[in-house]
């Protein structure tokens, strides 16, 4: 009897293998070849819906480091132009996008502007931008709204705010009554040119006794004295600076005492063009007892490193010379001394 049943039972196994390799024969046969015809039935050409145009960022790439946008004009009669750069993507490529509009909303009327395309990122992303003026336009916020349309009719819309500002006159002086060393830096004692072609002479930093007589304008100075014949007794100095934008003026003065016995007294005053990579010379005085001054206002970014360090050099106008006298030679040397030195910079910080 049980012989009988596991017979049976085989006899319905081996049926329902055969009823399951046929279902799996069935599938393999009929419906595989009918999903590839679905995959291989869509024509290269078909038409994909149309999908708006998507902004992925809106900014106002040359803003201040500060939190937010802020727009600042220290002189509200003359155009502050602000460029504005989108960055739109159209999953039916990015020449889908017909234009790109903006309107400015605000304490005043700004007038409306159009976005062009700078550049492609990729086949359906590019990047659009546009200008616009800020003059005597009431300070505030301002809302930009953006907006995209496609060659299909659609369209969809962003907006970035930004702070107008005629800005707040900042200033902040620089000098050694404190961060000798530190973020300021003094060096001596003499170059023989005027001036070098290289803004690392002369190169023997100041100690700190050295620095305590250039710390404040009391008539007590470090002083210099040239041991070569050719040289000018110079004093060079470095600021480093915190306030690398928005800088309005950079005011250097100097007070000190410059003497060369049969040549001429006083000094001149360089400062280090990063750009052009040379001194430029701002001020010069031959009084024994000279102060000197300059102010750089254009340009400013020139003058100051990549590292925000600021070049000044202070060289007496003579060379050390030889005297020859009928019994000896007599060294006529050149006399540097800094009583005090400071660099005011003038900035804009936002209302
Ligand atoms: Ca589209
Ligand atoms: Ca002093």
């Not at 005629?166 to 009554?177: I, L, P, Q």
């Not at 060393?181 to 803004?199: H, I, L, M, S, V």
């Not at 005085?285 to 020139?302: H, P, T, W």
Request: glycine share 6%.
């Amino acid at each position: 009897m049980r012989k009988k049943m596991n017979k049976m039972n085989k006899k319905i196994d081996s049926r329902r293998y055969f009823a399951i390799m046929a279902a799996v024969l069935i599938i393999a046969v009929v419906i595989a070849p009918t999903l590839t015809a679905i995959e291989t039935e869509i024509p290269a050409n078909a038409s994909v819906p149309n999908i708006a145009p998507s902004f992925i960022s809106l900014s106002i790439p040359d803003d201040s480091a500060d939190p937010g946008y802020q727009v600042i004009n220290p002189d509200p009669e003359r155009n502050r132009t602000v460029r504005l750069e989108v960055v739109l993507c159209d999953m039916n490529g990015h020449d889908d996008i017909s234009n790109v509009n903006a309107n400015i909303t605000g304490p005043s009327h700004v007038d409306p502007f159009t976005l062009k395309l700078n550049r492609t990122l990729n086949v359906s992303t590019a990047v659009y931008e546009g200008y616009f003026n800020m003059s005597h336009h009431k300070q505030g916020e301002y809302t930009i709204t953006v907006r995209a349309c496609d060659k299909g009719g659609m369209s969809s819309q962003a907006e970035l705010n930004f702070t107008y500002s005629y800005g707040e006159v900042e200033v902040v002086r620089y000098d050694f009554s404190d961060g000798a060393g530190e973020d300021k830096w003094a060096y001596r004692y003499q170059c023989a040119e005027f001036p070098p072609n290289t803004n690392d002479v002369p190169s023997i930093e100041f100690t700190p006794r050295q620095y305590s007589f250039i710390k404040s304008r009391n008539y007590i100075m470090y002083v210099s004295v040239t041991d070569k014949t050719g040289y000018h007794a110079a004093h060079r100095f470095v600021f480093n600076i915190r306030q690398p934008e928005n800088i309005l003026m950079m005011n250097i003065s100097w007070w000190g005492f410059g003497f060369k016995f049969l040549g001429e007294d006083g000094a001149t005053l360089f400062i280090w063009n990063c750009t052009a990579g040379r001194y430029e010379r701002i001020d010069r005085d031959n009084s024994i007892f000279a102060m000197l001054k300059g102010s750089i206002s254009d340009d400013i970014s020139n003058y100051i490193d990549e590292c925000g360090n600021i070049t000044i050099l202070v060289e007496q106008n003579s060379p050390q010379t030889t005297a020859t006298s009928f019994w000896r030679s007599i060294q006529l040397h050149s006399f540097l001394g800094t009583d005090y030195i400071c660099l005011d910079v003038h900035y804009l910080s936002p209302c």
